[in-house]
């Protein structure tokens, strides 16, 4: 994936041909201790609590006072400014979370996928939104030929082009290195190497990330806030399906006729690198089938000690 052009000039996909728009500047307001914009101060003094977020304009950034900065500083006051937006967003639709993502940080906004029913879900809404954004996958060299293919059909449906960002070493390189598959031995060793690595890489130069986790899919992810600093990558961390459950993924699925891998019809409900995932079993955790045999439970991109 190239790097973020300086230029805040994009092009809108969704626009006529050689149009351009000018990008929205990203603004982080900096003034209140508990980040909250003057405006809620003012209804929190008069009502006893802030408004709701529940309509498109009540979920656009704040923008007074606000100061202009080339990336998001990792401060209190910024943390408090971005919990105050998590919690507002609480009761926002999957699609206006993404739509506050983009106003708020694109053309520096990006998004990692898997391609599973989450990620599926999110690129059928930044179809809706901005196909501007740049969407990558962690091409680990393992991954199912299924998974891949739907790259191809995501390529020709929303006319979204997902970059396969890859290790330095292709796996045959890998498995001489270490004499052998490493996933059988030390598969968090192996995760480190040829994901969190290339996510490492991937991240730089942007200052947003949308993420699919759901806090229903495990105990690690049962904490995860809509909108947080990821301190692993430097950068925000936005996850517009944090409180949606696997029913809603799936309604929204079936109902709008969303590409997806053909796996799950197999039984994989949770798909990763082929020698790490296995289909599950009746009444079984829908992650239960990754790293079978092992205690791992999460590659290591979505941890639970974010901001």
């Known amino acids: 994936m ?41 209804a929190t003094a008069a009502h006893g609590s802030p408004p709701a977020a529940t309509t498109a304009a ?10 202009e900065r080339r990336t998001p500083e990792p401060s209190e006051a910024y943390f408090a400014y971005l919990k105050t937006q998590s919690e507002r967003l609480e009761t926002a639709t999957p699609k206006q979370i993404v739509e506050w993502a983009v106003a708020e940080f694109a053309p520096k906004l990006t998004m990692a996928t898997a391609f599973g029913p989450e990620g599926m879900v999110i690129i ?6 901005d196909r501007g954004v740049p969407v990558f996958n962690l091409d680990t060299g393992y991954q199912f030929r299924e998974t891949l293919e739907l790259r191809d059909r995501v390529l020709a449906r929303y006319g979204i082009d997902v970059e396969l960002r890859r290790p330095e070493t292709t796996v045959e390189q890998y498995e001489q290195q270490h004499g052998g598959p490493l996933y059988k031995l030390n598969p968090d060793q192996c995760c480190r190497d ?17 993420s699919g986790i759901r806090r229903d899919q495990s105990s690690d992810r049962a904490r995860a806030p809509i909108v947080g600093w990821d301190k692993k990558f430097g ?73």
Not at 16 to 35: F, K
Not at 124 to 129: E, G, I, M, P
Request: aromatic share 8%; with cysteine; charged share 25%.
């Open 2 to 42: 190239s790097r973020p052009q300086t230029s805040n000039l994009r092009t809108n996909p969704m626009s006529t041909p050689g149009r351009t728009e000018q990008a929205p500047q990203l603004r982080i307001y900096s003034g209140e201790a508990d980040g909250s914009p003057p405006a809620d101060k003012a």
């Open 58 to 67: 009540a979920l656009q950034p704040s923008i007074a006072p606000a100061v």
């Open 124 to 129: 059928h809404l930044l179809s809706q939104v």
């Open 194 to 210: 040829r994901k969190i690595r290339v996510l490492e890489e991937s991240a730089k130069g942007w200052f947003a990330w949308m």
């Open 235 to 307: 950068l925000v961390k936005i996850s517009p399906l944090a409180n949606a459950t696997k029913k809603d993924v799936w309604r929204i699925i079936t109902d709008e006729d969303v590409p997806y891998n053909s796996l799950h019809d197999q039984g994989y409900t949770s798909i990763g690198c082929w020698p790490c995932t296995r289909a599950v079993m009746f009444g079984e955790d829908e992650r239960a089938g990754r790293w079978s045999g092992f205690a791992k439970t999460e590659c290591g991109l979505h941890t639970s000690d974010d901001k």
